[in-house]
């Protein structure tokens, strides 16, 4: 517009921030068949879809991370006009409390709901860690029953079965906040005033499927060096406190023991704890907390058993933590057993690909009476990352790209954007080549890249015939692979024929048949 | 855990952020078949998806937004950990460009893809405009042919027939950036000094479907006062200027001839204006630019019309501005043209439900070489809001919920779990009921709220005879709006029934397809 002679501009680098992930076709084809599958069993148990938006308010929010000390205590936060700070959602959970509150006249009672979507950490990536990633959750708002924490137990085994997990390659783990919060008590470290020693000693319980005991004595005890040299203070137990946690979280026998004592007795109150349970002397000291867990996770296992969910699907297991701070009875893991192989041939253990627990006291926030909820979150790309890994020795399936049609004279765009009409109408997948079509080189390596199964030529010669040429690319590729011996076979299904212009759509559909691909 | 009162904590209002809406089952199901149908469209053009992440550096995003004056620039930003600073995307052109950039010789050229995702503006929310909100965008890379801006214009009046709309209930308006800075150079508005006069020129046009033409002489000469008293500064053209900008973009005839000539001609040189064209003084200082985007339009109408889509379909419309700033040649929009009528009986036309345009200078920031693109982005809120109005007067879709068993003796609630197993594992959505089931009518009460198709009943008697009660809920309620008429027939379909336990599944399913419910 100007005859100045341009400022060159500052080129900018092309790059994401740590942590933010690009998903292609394929990545995105096998999520959608992922949440498709999780959507059909959630809804198969009465459970309705809803949506939350990405920002909330941050108080709304709430604290409730893991590792809160971080930088920016973990979340994304920005002011508002009005100076109200606001944060993006680092979980599913926060936003559907804020959202049955806010619509708790309006909502049946039970409420089941379930919805998938990415939620932000302002975390340290790592491997396997990312700052955007996406959950899928499912909740049931307003019932205080193990009935429901049992359902969404069996709903999650249901839902992985589903998915292609074969039985004993996954196992949904059950705890209860309760048993923890009693054996805690029992120690002396109740009431309020010890709150961030009880969050350290869960976080050293938390860690037991990642270091070796000894490492956990250290955190529960005096603290942890790192191999970087990193400090993690302990929660200051003394040897026998660390003990009774340890022997309590790292047998299940113990507490297997102690919940068939809870099942058989299917009251609190009249609980007494098992006779082979160790520690009995700090027993005399746990009190009714803790025998409300263990009566709580009877009821679940028995709900389970009842239903035909195995141990082998549904298991206590006392080490079973969650980092999230809001739950406050059963909370749920899942896990998946199957050791694999990574690309480097070294064993790999999947591990938690979800979790979840019952959170009483977070609607209740807004409301100012109980409600109680329980709910279970997927974390749908480590779990899309794990079913990856189980069809990595399936054959990949071929994906094939639209029709190509070639320009071979320009002047005649028009004609040939009207043969991609054709194909479409018709339902075929088909697209005209937009770069400069110069050359037909170029243009064949383009459908190639494109995966295109056929070509569409018309030159002037087949113009004034009123034909066309198609190219099989697919069975070309194959010819050229095979070369002399195939020769005879080559002759009567040839890579490239001509038909008429008029017959173009049933000699694509034909070749589109010989190759098993659907034409829409 | 403690003997000491509780404090009473601060009790939190449940509210949201202005602008930020919460979305329901039926709601995310039509947005779902919407997508899913779009999807289909462009699929079969041969485009295939993508998906970039919510947060990008700031600096790759650009400032590209109308009224970018506001506060925070409309953009939602915030500092990462290493002082770099981070936005959500307010559109998702930006992030595609960055992502070609950084992926570029990965992808085939021409690259074509789409992507669904939401986008977040830190603007002024009002009725019908959110901060956050959908799009849904197609995108060709690497193509500067106008064959790639019609197919994006074939493709989007497609996805709206795919969807319902009836030919003449929309339309695809085309004009071209490069007349419209043909029109500003001949008026003495060219060069970068001017480039903000030029916006604010640009901006006026654009308020043309919104403001008689009077208001925009305002805003194109000295400026307008609005009601609320607020001053918007014009662009500070004299009158003679004015009526040139105001004859072309106000007058199809003048643009429509003008492309006739052009299309005629076929070379943007040889580009003479149609004598009938008013204005032909200012015409001998348009220049090659003005010309230029004439013979674009022509070829994309030629290209357009070729395929069958006449000018009810895709049509030239001068006034089409679009107001992001990073577009330099063809423009589209897609206008609902059909006038509805909101829920007060008052007309209510719809306007732009997307558009978009060809930005050849959005992916060179990063390369440093020219990489031509065009694109088109919907407005998945919107188009959905005037999908609902058209399909207002169809009585909406009767959707059933799931089958509820109730919880007679609350002892036996692993008993009804299983019943409820056992019709899920045919396939029948079914739900314990998980409230309190002190009372019975209660329970009725909640089924009836989740449209449950009937309820399963099991006392003591039923149990001792091996049987289960079913309660119609669909009948009963039609039965108790017909009354006494119809009593015979009720007879002999009768609201409510008994059969063996073993036959639960058997007489779910009749019932289910009795009223033609789909039972998965």
């Not at 007494?272 to 709580?296: C, K, M, R, W």
């Not at 058993?305 to 749920?332: A, M, Q």
Request: net charge neutral.
């Amino acid at each position: 517009m100007s005859d100045k002679p341009q400022k060159k501009p500052h080129k900018l680098k092309a790059r994401r921030p740590r942590g933010l992930e690009d998903r292609g076709p394929a990545e995105i084809a096998a999520t959608e068949r992922m949440l498709a599958t999780i959507r059909r069993v959630y809804d198969l148990y009465g459970f309705e879809p809803v949506e939350t938006p990405a920002i909330e308010y941050t108080d709304a929010l709430g604290k409730f991370l893991p590792d809160q000390d971080r930088p920016n205590e973990g979340v994304f936060s920005f002011q508002d006009d009005d100076a109200q700070w606001l944060s993006l959602r680092y979980d599913l959970t926060a936003p559907l409390a804020r959202y049955v509150a806010e619509n708790f006249d309006a909502l049946p009672k039970p409420y089941r709901s379930y919805r998938a979507g990415y939620v932000w950490r302002n975390e340290k990536p790592g491997p396997g860690r990312f700052r955007q990633f996406m959950q899928f959750d499912a909740d049931t708002v307003g019932s205080a029953s193990p009935a429901a924490d049992a359902e969404i137990c069996m709903m999650a085994a249901d839902a992985m079965e589903a998915l292609g997990f074969q039985r004993g390659q996954y196992v949904v783990k059950v705890n209860n906040r309760k048993v923890l919060d009693g054996v805690l008590e029992a120690i002396g470290l109740g009431g309020d005033d010890n709150a961030g020693r009880r969050l350290t000693v869960l976080r050293a319980i938390d860690k037991l499927d990642k270091f070796p005991v000894e490492e956990i004595y250290k955190l529960l005890c005096d603290g942890r060096k790192d191999e970087s040299g990193d400090f993690t203070k302990g929660a200051g137990l003394n040897q026998s406190q660390a003990d009774f946690v340890v022997a309590v979280i790292h047998s299940s026998v113990a507490i297997e023991g102690a919940v068939a004592g809870g099942e058989a007795s299917g009251d609190a109150a009249a609980f007494v704890p098992h006779s082979n349970f160790p520690f009995n002397d700090y027993f005399s000291q746990v009190g009714l907390t803790f025998a409300d867990g263990i009566v709580e996770l009877g009821q679940i296992r028995r709900l389970a058993l009842s239903n035909g969910y195995g141990e082998d699907r549904i298991r206590i297991d006392p080490s079973v933590v969650r980092g999230l701070e809001y739950y406050t009875g059963p909370v749920f893991e899942v896990e998946l057993l199957l050791e694999t192989k990574d690309e480097k041939g070294r064993p790999v253990r999947f591990g938690s690909v979800g979790g979840g627990g019952r959170y009483d006291g977070l609607v209740s926030r807004f409301r100012g009476e109980a409600v109680p909820a329980t709910g279970f979150s997927i974390g749908v790309s480590r779990l899309q990352a794990a079913l990856d890994v189980i069809n990595r020795d399936q054959p990949p399936a071929q994906v094939y790209g639209p029709v190509v049609v070639t320009v071979f004279d320009r002047e005649r765009i028009a004609d040939y954007q009207k043969m991609v009409a054709t194909l479409r109408n018709a339902g075929i997948r088909a697209e005209l080549y937009l770069g400069n079509p110069k050359n037909m080189g170029n243009q064949l390596k383009y459908a190639d890249r494109r995966n295109a199964p056929c070509v569409v030529i018309q030159g002037s010669d087949e113009k004034a015939r009123g034909e066309v040429q198609i190219k099989d690319l697919i069975e070309g590729a194959r010819a050229a692979a095979a070369i002399a011996s195939n020769a005879e076979w080559r002759e009567s299904r040839p890579a490239q024929f001509s038909c008429k212009e008029s017959e173009l759509v049933d000699k694509v559909r034909d070749l589109l048949d010989r190759h098993a691909i659907r034409s829409t």
